[in-house]
């Protein structure tokens, strides 16, 4: 068992998260077993409760867990599996500190920070790692915050403690440009540095994100100042078109080499490189559609991570550029707000809480099924379909789910009756890998080509079985349930030429490498679509025969 610490300095944004898990990916090629895990400084126990808006997306395990989403990364990286062990908040920490204390554990000690905090900390670095080669764990945050300083100081511990060439610390820095002096500066790299000896860590690589090329001379100051070798000063660009060029470029700086060889491993070269041929197929794909998200956080980067990543995977399986025009569910509310529906060869509606934007959403899915529009639904995208079905089709005048109407008069969308009792709102929702049988010759049956699948799931509101006669009877197909508790998982539409909604996440289980089936086939969906409204066969041909001009693409 190896150890690989990345911390991250200067300022945060940096992609230590996308630097861990490319060098994995690196790493893996090679051969060797790799596991990677987030520890993050703080206090909350899981960043499930935590808004959007302050942490983005919130990533969920198959065993239920809800995770940074960092772990998204690392999932899409390697083909490792990660489990609420691979993410340790300071919230944890000190939570189990302190249910130890109560229980009389710590035999009438004083309880510190060093060393019972930290015994905490090293625990779950050994627990983590213990069936791989190599351990690879991103601490969150920037040096020198204070509530960072624990998990630096167990970590600084725990090399001691395994020896030299058991550890490898790698320091993701900020070389900004400054455009007044025209040149690359080293000066808030060497104040980090400086911060992580005072602490007792020596990092071992340097890996500067910048903007322009790390020349030779700036390499050796670095170097020089920071007391790295000149080979381990590695160049990490901003990448131009996707994040799967990381892998690439930091293999073009000799990273995996680099980190190999000081940690004394034994790994051929491997001439097979998937991401080279992964990347090739993003940078010059032969297709293009456009496909429209439609979400309540539209404006933020992170909020719905997974679910752009695995729109690129998709992408990357049907060889198209698939553009995404982000769409404020808001803005559907709105007098002629729907025209922007109008140029997208497939709708997508993401997962949500909260009744902001849910007309807007509504809205979309009607426009979607009117218009033979392929749609695809996640979680909330499922219930929103299913309001909009009973009430165009079944004229169930105000139905609606009870999260966003109490009072409704056609509660279509029901808590579930487990969920009526629960107060607290951390990790009690239905979190986790559900089984999902699938009925044969839908087109979830087709796309997936297998009877049963499991997928990840994180909401408290379900399809409610009184009315699933009558949406069944209005065309609504149960395409996929779940068979121990007999719950709708997914709907589509007959007489629509896709229309697939999830009352889960599939967004958390899709690679580069492999797309998910059901995102497969929706891109898949959204091109044909395309070209038969360009043969003038698809119904909304007539409607649209030039291509909207103004159009925001991601
Ligand atoms: N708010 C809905 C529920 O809790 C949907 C959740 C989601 O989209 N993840 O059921």
């Known amino acids: 068992m190896k150890y690989i610490f990345v911390t991250g300095g200067v300022v945060s944004s940096l992609g230590k998260g996308l630097t861990a898990a490319s060098l994995g990916a690196l790493l893996e090629m090679r051969g060797l077993r790799v596991r990677i895990q987030k520890f993050d400084p703080y206090l909350n126990v899981d960043p499930g409760t935590m808004s959007p808006f302050q942490h983005g997306e919130v990533y969920v395990l198959d065993d239920g867990a809800e995770t940074d989403l960092d772990l998204g990364h690392y999932e899409r990286f390697t083909s490792g599996r990660l489990s609420r062990l691979n993410n340790l908040t300071s919230g944890q920490v000190y939570e189990a500190v ?13 309880v510190q920070v060093i060393p019972h905090v930290t015994n905490e900390i090293k625990a779950r670095i050994r627990q983590a790692g213990s069936d791989v080669d190599v351990l690879i764990t991103e601490i969150g945050g920037t040096t020198g915050d204070i509530e960072g ?74 170097s020089l100042f920071c007391n790295v070798p000149v080979k381990a000063v590695i160049e990490e660009r901003n990448v131009e078109l996707s994040i799967y060029e990381v892998p690439l470029m930091l293999q073009r700086e000799g990273m995996d080499d680099l980190v190999i060889d000081l940690l004394g ?120 379909a299913v309001i909009a079905l009973a009430r165009d089709l079944l004229h169930l005048h105000g139905a609606n789910s009870t999260e966003f109407d109490p009072q409704t008069p056609h509660p279509v969308i029901d808590i579930m009756e487990e969920q009526k009792k629960i107060v607290d709102k951390g990790a009690t929702m239905r979190l986790g890998s559900y089984e999902c049988e699938l009925t044969p010759g839908t087109l979830a049956a087709r796309a997936y080509r297998k009877p049963s699948v499991r997928e990840r799931h994180r909401h408290r509101y379900e ?86 001009p103004a159009r925001k693409s991601s």
Not at 354 to 364: D, F, L, N, S, Y
Not at 485 to 513: C, D, G, M, T
């Open 265 to 384: 491993l034994k790994a051929p070269p491997n001439p097979k490189n998937i991401w080279v041929e992964i990347f090739r197929r993003i940078k010059s794909p032969r297709h293009e559609v456009t496909v429209g998200v439609v979400g309540k956080y539209i404006e933020l980067q992170d909020a719905y991570k997974s679910v752009y990543e695995s729109i690129t995977h998709a992408g990357i399986a049907n060889n198209c550029r698939v553009n995404v025009v982000r769409i404020d569910a808001e803005t559907l509310e709105t007098r002629g707000g729907t025209a922007v529906l109008r140029s997208l060869d497939g709708i997508l509606v993401p997962g949500g809480f909260g009744e902001r934007g849910i007309e807007g959403k509504v809205t979309a899915a009607r426009f979607a099924r009117e218009h033979g529009v392929p749609y695809y639904g996640l979680c909330l995208g499922l219930q929103v």
């Open 463 to 548: 399809v409610n079985n009184a009315y699933l006669g009558r949406l069944e009877a209005a065309g609504l197909v149960t395409s996929g349930r779940n068979p121990r508790r007999n719950l709708v998982e997914i709907i589509e539409l007959k007489n629509h030429p896709w229309y697939v909604a999830v009352q889960f996440h599939p967004e958390f289980q899709s690679k580069p490498s492999a797309a998910h089936p059901l995102f497969a086939a929706f891109v898949a969906a959204a091109m044909k679509y395309r070209r038969a409204r360009g043969d003038g066969n698809a119904p909304g041909a007539r409607r649209r025969k030039r291509r909207a």
């Open 98 to 110: 302190i249910q130890k204390e109560r229980h009389g554990d710590y035999l009438g000690k004083t």
């Open 149 to 222: 300083l624990p998990f630096l100081e167990a970590m600084r511990q725990f090399a001691l403690e395994v020896g030299p060439r058991e550890v490898v610390f790698i320091h993701v820095t900020l070389v900004p440009f400054l455009s007044a002096a025209g040149e690359l500066k080293t000066k808030p790299t060497q104040q980090s540095v400086a911060k992580l000896r005072e602490i007792g860590i020596q990092p071992n690589i340097l890996v500067c994100r910048c903007d322009h090329p790390l020349v030779d001379e700036l390499r050796e100051k670095l």
